[in-house]
Structures are given as structure tokens and as C-alpha cells.
């Protein structure tokens, strides 16, 4: 594997870092207090070509690899967790599954419009009763008199969902039953667009970290869309969900790397100011170990999380290496950022510093899209461990 | 129409200053960026660009690692790029150095309606001279210290900042203007951009490529044609903390002015 940068990735990251920092880390904190969505900041990147970064100029997107929008992923979630998955969910949730599975009709109708951040981009699989068992799905699609599906159903927890265009919705299409007799859920994936009739936004969730990230509850109550709007072929929805996950992942472990990344910034700045003892903290062997130890796991899962963008990249088998960057990444951010603050002490719990901030923001990579549990089981299921 | 823009890389004086033991500057020992000035006059020329659909090209002297500076301006939206590069131009003074640039610009072509954009001065020479002696050589208009730009067909209303206040000049294409970094904010590169910028045409200019310019001879330019010697080059003493006083009383204003005076500020 070489993991040497291309010349235009340097100079990505460059700008990356530009914009983070002068853009996008002297709002994290006021959209942390204020569970403020970037929205002026979305534009921003939007114009930069950060809404689409690896899809052909043919569909709006800037032409670039997975590792490219990966590194945005991280740059952003360095300095705030929230614009991090921002980028992270329209890409990965919502372009991804239409460009690998659209028609050409749907590609050219959407995917310019969401790449270039005039529309942003959301999906909805998770529901009251079927979080990890995405399998116990209630939502359904119902074929009317006139060709058109019927939807009906709730979704909850959805990343982008308050500022969101288009939506990638699983729903129940009908029920199978298999050679042994047992029955199975016929589940498809369908684009809905946020006028469709029949579908509304609801709750707002409050939650502990990523505070900006707009988490809403999706209502279909007879929502009408055209027949059109089914995506890939009807009752291949839940390999459409879960293949899309795998990509998913790949960003949530760049937004987990970025945060990991950016507290251990953080904190070896801090540690060089901060006197006890009539010594600066960087000097006691504690704090070197600690930061040793951080930036050393950090770097391991760093290397996860690149080898599995260029394998997806390269259309090579992903399942197991975009579980592992995400497991290791995830279960990094969260000790790595928790380590930090208590190297701050008490300044480190206080808002003040941007590490507690980034400790809430962190727990979630080990939760959405998939827990580290859910990680392990696709692990151990590629290991044939059974 | 068309617009070309003199670009400097130049050390980070943002970071340590390297100085050789020599007194010399130890360039290779720092971090380098696109002089501030000269990037407000990149990004000019760009809103030119987003205005009229014009042309932009950028145009440096300097070592060949110059291109990667060259390929993030053609990132952020430049259309082509000239390097000016040779071991006979190495070591010009300002004068030398606008000899080669104006032969450079000369070859790219200056026709009726371009524009030519300089920064005002670089943050590791600070002559401010670069840009004026190229007007000059290539007998152009020219106003310095831009910080407002207004095109309108063949005539451009800048607005020059100056110690105490403005002045506003109208100047007719073709023209020069050195700009200041008041300018504006120059944008970022884009990805698309990024993506791009290697495919963009790069030409390099050596010596062979300019040497029957009239201007270049080499009693005019590299070091042997620079008029400048650099004596000695050092980072200043650090200065001392200074010293606080507080109060709106008499006796602190007294003190105060027995200070001054003591000093012989005042």
C-alpha cells in the first residue's frame, strides 16, 4: 500500500486546513453552545467543491479519490465534530448511494444540485424499533392505482435532517418467504425529496455532543412520490443500506480521527503553557507518555481509515477494513479526547477549552452508523468466526 | 482583454527567522508563502476574471520550487502560469529583477485593455520598487498602493492608500497597479481547482528564452547587474518588556512626561 500523498492531496489538505482554521474553528464553539447548523459555513464549502469531492465533474462533484473527501472529513473535525459530519453524512449517506446505484435520470437530477450544496443530502434507515436490527423496519411503500409509491412510516436520529433536501428512505415493499418456509422483509430504498406530500420533518433531537449536527425525526404520512423515485432494484434496499453504510463508516472514522487529532493539537499546546510545580506540564513524564501513547493509537487508526478510503477507491472489497478503521477510530477518539481533558484538570472540564467539547463529540462515532459492536460482528463474520 | 500578476514566494516571517552564519538569509531553512500583497493582486485580477471572463496570468521569478506556489494560483483560478527561473537571473536586486520581469511580461504581451497587477512589496525585501521600475521599463501607467478597483471598459478608478487618507485615480488600460493587502481577502483554492491546476499550462522562462530582449544583458541583471550589495542581514535584538503605567491623576501624567523628556521623546 503506498501512502504517499499525490501532489493535489497536499495541496487539499493545505486548503483544508486553511479553511478549518480560519473558517470553521472560531464558530465550533458558538454552534456547540447555541445547537447552531453551520449554515453559512455549509455554503462556504459548498462553493470550495467540499459537497462533492469524489464525484465526477459529469455530475457536479469535484473529480477527486474517497481519500480526499476523507481528509476534508478530518481537517474539519479537527477544530468541530459537527461540520465534520455534515460533510460526512450528504456524502457518504446520501450522494454515494444515488451515484452507485441511480439511474442516469436520477444521477443528473440530483447529484449536481447535492454536489455543488445547493441541496443537502440526508438518509433514513434507522427507526424507533430497528436501530442495529435495521432488519425490524415498520416503514412502508405501497404501490397506488397510478404507478405511484405510497410511504408510510417514521425514521429517527437523522444526521442533516432539519436542512436536508433529498433523503434516501428505506421502506418495507413486501414480505418473501425463503425456501425453508420463514418470511422475510422485501425492504427498498426510494429518493424523497423534502416537498414531497405527505412528508414532514419532526422532533429536534438535544443531544450531548455534535450539537450543530440537525438530528431529526422523518414523518411520511402517505407520502405520494412518483415511481421513479425507487432506487436501485426493488427489494435490494437493505444491500443498498448496508453497502452504503460501509462507506459511511469510512467518513465517521475520519470525523473520529480529526477529533482525536485535533484534542491531541490541543493539548500539547496547553501542556507547553501550563505551569505547576514551577514546571511547564510538558515536562513531567506523565504527560509525555500520555501524549505518546494518544498520538502513537492515533496514527494506527489513521492508517486504517486511508488504507480502507483507497481500497473503496480502488473498488476493492471494503466491508471489513471500513468496520475495522471505524472500531479502532472511534474507540481512539473517545479515550484519546477523555485523556486530554484530564490532562487539562479542571480547566479541561470547563467550556472554556474546546477539549470537553470535543470528548461529548467524540462517544458518538462509537454509536451512529453502526456501534462498535455492530463493528465487531462484521469483523468477526469476515474472519469466518461463527 | 487580460490580466497578469507578479507573483513573490517569500520566507514565513511568521515562524523563526533563519539567518545564515554568513548574515545572509537561510531560505531554504523556512517555510515559504505567496507574498500577502501579491495575493490581494491575484485576487483582483480573479474578480476581473469572475466579471468579465478574462484571462489571468500569473508570472514569478524565483528557484524552481516557485511552480508549486505557481500551480496553487492556478488552483484558485488563474489560467496560466510563467515561471522565471535561471542561474544568470539569480541574486537580482530589485532593479535587476524588474529588468527580467518586464522582458518576461514583454514576451507574454501586453495588449490595449490588460491589466498588469504587482503587491506592493514583498515581506522579506520591503523595497515596494519591483513594481514601479516594470511600469517604467515597459512604459506603462502605473498606481501604486491599491486598495480599491473599479473597471470600467478601458478606464480603471482605483483608490490609493496612502498615510493619511485616500486618493482616487482614474488611469487608462493598459496599465500597472501594485496592490495592497487591504485590497481584499483572496479567495481559497477550490477542489475542483486543486484537482485541476496540474493540467493548466505552466511555461518556464530561462535565460535562453528572454536573452534577446534589449532589456536582459548581463551587465543588468543577476548579481553581477544588481546595483544593491545585501551588507548584512540579522534578526533585531529582542526588545524589552517595556514598562506599564496606570492612572488619569496628575502625578502619573508628571511621571510620565519627566520619562519622555528624560528619553528625549518629547
Known amino acids: 500500500m503506498d501512502l504517499h500523498l499525490s501532489k493535489e492531496q497536499e495541496m487539499l489538505r493545505k486548503m483544508y486546513r486553511d479553511f478549518a482554521e480560519n473558517e470553521v474553528k472560531p464558530l465550533a464553539e458558538w454552534v456547540d453552545e447555541n445547537e447552531a447548523f453551520p449554515e453559512e459555513t455549509v455554503k462556504k464549502m459548498a462553493k470550495l467543491g467540499m459537497m462533492g469531492i469524489y464525484f465526477p465533474k459529469e455530475y457536479g462533484g469535484a473529480g477527486a479519490d474517497v481519500l480526499s473527501y476523507v481528509m476534508a472529513v478530518e481537517e474539519m473535525s479537527k477544530v468541530c465534530g459537527t461540520t465534520g459530519v455534515i460533510i460526512s453524512a450528504h456524502t457518504s449517506l446520501c450522494c454515494a448511494p444515488i451515484y452507485e446505484n441511480g439511474t442516469e435520470e436520477q444521477k443528473m437530477k440530483y447529484l449536481p444540485k447535492l454536489c455543488s450544496g445547493e441541496w443537502i443530502g440526508a438518509f433514513g434507515l434507522t427507526e424507533p424499533g430497528a436501530g442495529t436490527d435495521a432488519q425490524g423496519q415498520q416503514t412502508t411503500a405501497v404501490k397506488d392505482e397510478n404507478g405511484n409509491w405510497v410511504l408510510n412510516g417514521s425514521k429517527i436520529f437523522i444526521t442533516n435532517a432539519g436542512y436536508a433536501n433529498v433523503f434516501v428512505i428505506f421502506a418495507i415493499t413486501g414480505v418473501s418467504t425463503d425456501k425453508r418456509g420463514r418470511k422475510k422483509k422485501e425492504i427498498s430504498a426510494f429518493i424523497v425529496e423534502r416537498t414531497d406530500p405527505g412528508f414532514s420533518v419532526g422532533k429536534h433531537e438535544k443531544k450531548m455532543g455534535i450539537k450543530g449536527s440537525s438530528t431529526c425525526e422523518l414523518i411520511m404520512e402517505d407520502c405520494v412520490i412518483p415511481a421513479d423515485r425507487l432506487l436501485g432494484k426493488q427489494g435490494k434496499g437493505f444491500g443498498i443500506a448496508m453497502k452504503t453504510l460501509d462507506g459511511g463508516r469510512i467518513g465517521i472514522a475520519s470525523q473520529a480521527l480529526g477529533l482525536a487529532e485535533g484534542a491531541i493539537e490541543e493539548t500539547i499546546k496547553y501542556t507547553k503553557e501550563r505551569v505547576q510545580f514551577g514546571k511547564r506540564i510538558s515536562q513531567f513524564q506523565n504527560t509525555q507518555f500520555q501524549l505518546a501513547d494518544m498520538h502513537a493509537k492515533t496514527e494506527a487508526a489513521k492508517w486504517l481509515v486511508y488504507s480502507a478510503a483507497m481500497k473503496k477507491q480502488n473498488h476493492e472489497p471494503y466491508t471489513m477494513d471500513a468496520a475495522m478503521a471505524k472500531l479502532v477510530a472511534a474507540e481512539t477518539a473517545s479515550d484519546v479526547t477523555r485523556r486530554c481533558v484530564q490532562l487539562f484538570g479542571g480547566y479541561g472540564y470547563t467550556r472554556e477549552y474546546p477539549v470537553e467539547r470535543m470528548m461529548r463529540d467524540a462517544k458518538i462515532t462509537e454509536i451512529y452508523e453502526g456501534t462498535s459492536e455492530v463493528q465487531r460482528m462484521v469483523i468477526s463474520a469476515n474472519l469466518g468466526v461463527n | ?266
Open chain 2, 1 to 266: 482583454m487580460k490580466c497578469i500578476v507578479c507573483v513573490k514566494q517569500v520566507p514565513d516571517t511568521s515562524g523563526v527567522v533563519a539567518v545564515k552564519e554568513d548574515g545572509t538569509m537561510d531560505r531554504a531553512a523556512m517555510a515559504t508563502i505567496t507574498n500577502h500583497d501579491d495575493l490581494a493582486a491575484v485576487e483582483a485580477a480573479l474578480r476581473i476574471k469572475d466579471a468579465t471572463g478574462c484571462k489571468v496570468v500569473v508570472v514569478s521569478m524565483g528557484p524552481p520550487p516557485a511552480e508549486g506556489m505557481l500551480r496553487e494560483l492556478l488552483a484558485m483560478g488563474c489560467d496560466e502560469a510563467v515561471l522565471v527561473s535561471a542561474r544568470e537571473f539569480g541574486g537580482s536586486d530589485t532593479y535587476a529583477t524588474s529588468q527580467i520581469l518586464a522582458a518576461a511580461i514583454k514576451k507574454i504581451g501586453v495588449e490595449d485593455g490588460d491589466i498588469v497587477f504587482c503587491g506592493r512589496q514583498a515581506i522579506d525585501g520591503d523595497t515596494a520598487q519591483v513594481g514601479p521600475q516594470i511600469a517604467e521599463k515597459l512604459n506603462l501607467p502605473q498606481v501604486s498602493y491599491v486598495a480599491e478597483i473599479n473597471v470600467e471598459g478601458k478606464d480603471v478608478t482605483v483608490k490609493r492608500l496612502l498615510e493619511d487618507g485616500y486618493m482616487t485615480i482614474k488611469v487608462q488600460t493598459p496599465c500597472l497597479l501594485t496592490c495592497v493587502k487591504e485590497l481584499n481577502d483572496a479567495r481559497y483554492m477550490s477542489v475542483g481547482g486543486i484537482m485541476e491546476c496540474y493540467q493548466k499550462p505552466l511555461e518556464v522562462y530561462n535565460y535562453e528564452t528572454l536573452k534577446d530582449d534589449p532589456l536582459i544583458d548581463v551587465t543588468t541583471i543577476g548579481l553581477k547587474g544588481s546595483p544593491t550589495n545585501v551588507y548584512k542581514s540579522f534578526s533585531p535584538p529582542v526588545k524589552g518588556a517595556g514598562m506599564m503605567m496606570e492612572g488619569a491623576d496628575k502625578a502619573t501624567v508628571e511621571k510620565l512626561v519627566s520619562i519622555l523628556n528624560d528619553k528625549h521623546i518629547i
